[in-house]
Protein backbone atom coordinates (compact mmCIF):
# COMPACT_ATOMS: atom_id res chain seq x y z
CA UNK A 1 0.00 0.00 0.00
CA UNK A 2 1.23 3.25 -0.68
CA UNK A 3 0.10 6.29 1.39
CA UNK A 4 -1.49 9.21 -1.67
CA UNK A 5 -0.12 12.96 -1.03
CA UNK A 6 -1.30 15.55 -3.49
CA UNK A 7 1.18 14.90 -6.11
CA UNK A 8 -0.59 11.21 -6.40
CA UNK A 9 -4.17 13.34 -7.46
CA UNK A 10 -3.64 12.54 -11.28
CA UNK A 11 -3.01 8.86 -10.37
CA UNK A 12 -6.18 8.49 -8.64
CA UNK A 13 -8.29 10.91 -10.71
CA UNK A 14 -7.42 8.29 -13.35
CA UNK A 15 -8.55 5.35 -11.58
CA UNK A 16 -11.64 6.88 -9.97
CA UNK A 17 -12.06 7.68 -13.55
CA UNK A 18 -12.04 3.82 -14.58
CA UNK A 19 -14.14 2.82 -11.81
CA UNK A 20 -16.79 5.26 -11.76
CA UNK A 21 -16.73 6.27 -15.56
CA UNK A 22 -20.05 8.58 -14.99
CA UNK A 23 -19.29 10.54 -11.95
CA UNK A 24 -15.40 10.40 -12.36
CA UNK A 25 -13.44 13.11 -9.77
CA UNK A 26 -10.85 15.31 -11.24
CA UNK A 27 -7.05 15.40 -10.13
CA UNK A 28 -8.34 18.94 -8.45
CA UNK A 29 -10.55 17.53 -6.24
CA UNK A 30 -8.16 14.84 -4.56
CA UNK A 31 -5.50 17.13 -4.61
CA UNK A 32 -7.85 19.32 -2.49
CA UNK A 33 -8.73 16.68 -0.26
CA UNK A 34 -5.34 15.13 0.09
CA UNK A 35 -3.95 18.82 1.62
CA UNK A 36 -6.89 18.63 4.17
CA UNK A 37 -6.11 17.32 7.78
CA UNK A 38 -7.63 13.92 8.66
CA UNK A 39 -7.45 13.00 5.68
CA UNK A 40 -5.29 9.91 4.23
CA UNK A 41 -4.83 8.62 0.39
CA UNK A 42 -4.23 4.49 0.24
CA UNK A 43 -2.80 3.55 -3.77
CA UNK A 44 -2.72 -0.57 -4.19
CA UNK A 45 -0.36 -0.62 -6.79
CA UNK A 46 -2.85 -3.40 -8.44
CA UNK A 47 -5.06 -0.31 -9.68
CA UNK A 48 -6.98 0.81 -6.37
CA UNK A 49 -7.66 3.87 -4.44
CA UNK A 50 -8.89 4.73 -0.95
CA UNK A 51 -9.98 8.49 0.66
CA UNK A 52 -10.24 8.08 4.11
CA UNK A 53 -11.35 10.93 6.65
CA UNK A 54 -10.89 10.69 10.34
CA UNK A 55 -11.76 13.41 12.85
CA UNK A 56 -12.16 12.88 16.40
CA UNK A 57 -13.37 9.33 17.03
CA UNK A 58 -14.89 8.84 13.92
CA UNK A 59 -13.50 7.57 10.03
CA UNK A 60 -15.11 7.98 6.37
CA UNK A 61 -14.44 6.57 3.73
CA UNK A 62 -14.88 9.31 0.89
CA UNK A 63 -14.33 6.70 -2.24
CA UNK A 64 -12.98 3.46 -2.97
CA UNK A 65 -12.35 2.66 -6.53
CA UNK A 66 -10.53 -0.66 -7.85
CA UNK A 67 -9.50 -0.49 -11.94
CA UNK A 68 -9.91 -3.91 -11.69
CA UNK A 69 -12.55 -5.47 -9.92
CA UNK A 70 -13.15 -8.53 -7.89
CA UNK A 71 -9.46 -8.96 -7.84
CA UNK A 72 -9.21 -8.34 -3.98
CA UNK A 73 -8.28 -4.80 -4.15
CA UNK A 74 -11.13 -3.54 -2.54
CA UNK A 75 -10.62 -5.78 0.17
CA UNK A 76 -7.22 -4.87 1.34
CA UNK A 77 -7.84 -0.99 1.10
CA UNK A 78 -10.61 -1.48 3.28
CA UNK A 79 -8.74 -3.52 5.76
CA UNK A 80 -5.61 -0.86 5.55
CA UNK A 81 -8.20 1.91 6.01
CA UNK A 82 -9.59 0.03 9.22
CA UNK A 83 -5.79 -0.33 10.27
CA UNK A 84 -5.08 3.45 9.59
CA UNK A 85 -8.37 4.52 11.19
CA UNK A 86 -7.83 2.88 14.44
CA UNK A 87 -4.34 4.01 14.63
CA UNK A 88 -5.77 7.41 14.57
CA UNK A 89 -8.43 6.41 17.52
CA UNK A 90 -11.17 6.44 15.31
CA UNK A 91 -13.83 4.20 17.18
CA UNK A 92 -16.46 4.34 14.14
CA UNK A 93 -16.34 3.89 10.19
CA UNK A 94 -18.55 5.36 8.48
CA UNK A 95 -19.46 4.55 4.80
CA UNK A 96 -21.76 4.67 1.50
CA UNK A 97 -22.40 3.08 -1.49
CA UNK A 98 -24.84 2.68 -4.48
CA UNK A 99 -28.07 0.23 -3.49
CA UNK A 100 -27.34 -1.35 -6.84
CA UNK A 101 -23.77 -2.14 -6.19
CA UNK A 102 -24.09 -5.77 -5.28
CA UNK A 103 -20.16 -6.49 -5.04
CA UNK A 104 -19.70 -3.44 -3.17
CA UNK A 105 -22.20 -3.88 -1.04
CA UNK A 106 -21.41 -7.65 -0.47
CA UNK A 107 -17.62 -7.05 0.63
CA UNK A 108 -18.67 -4.25 3.02
CA UNK A 109 -20.87 -7.04 4.83
CA UNK A 110 -18.35 -9.36 4.44
CA UNK A 111 -16.15 -6.52 6.75
CA UNK A 112 -18.77 -6.61 9.28
CA UNK A 113 -20.52 -3.52 8.24
CA UNK A 114 -24.72 -2.81 8.94
CA UNK A 115 -26.90 -0.80 7.38
CA UNK A 116 -27.43 3.09 9.09
CA UNK A 117 -29.33 4.31 6.41
CA UNK A 118 -30.86 5.30 2.98
CA UNK A 119 -30.28 8.41 1.25
CA UNK A 120 -33.16 8.33 -2.22
CA UNK A 121 -31.91 9.24 -5.57
CA UNK A 122 -28.92 10.20 -4.26
CA UNK A 123 -26.38 9.38 -7.16
CA UNK A 124 -26.48 11.30 -10.73
CA UNK A 125 -28.52 8.17 -12.13
CA UNK A 126 -30.93 8.13 -9.26
CA UNK A 127 -29.62 5.05 -7.52
CA UNK A 128 -30.43 5.16 -3.51
CA UNK A 129 -27.64 5.61 -1.49
CA UNK A 130 -27.15 2.72 1.77
CA UNK A 131 -25.51 4.41 4.26
CA UNK A 132 -23.39 1.68 6.35
CA UNK A 133 -21.04 1.61 9.27
CA UNK A 134 -19.38 -0.86 12.17
CA UNK A 135 -17.19 -0.50 14.60
CA UNK A 136 -13.71 -0.69 14.79
Given at each position: ???????????????????F???????A??????????????????G???????????????????????????????????E??????????????????????????????????????Y????????L?????
Amino acid sequence: MIEASPVHAAIMAAVHGVAFPHDPWDAASFATLLAQPGVTGLIDPRGGILLLRVAADEAEILTIAAAAPRRGIGGSLMRAALERAAQQGAKLMHLEVAADNGPALALYRSLDFQPSGRRKRYYPNGADAILLNRQI
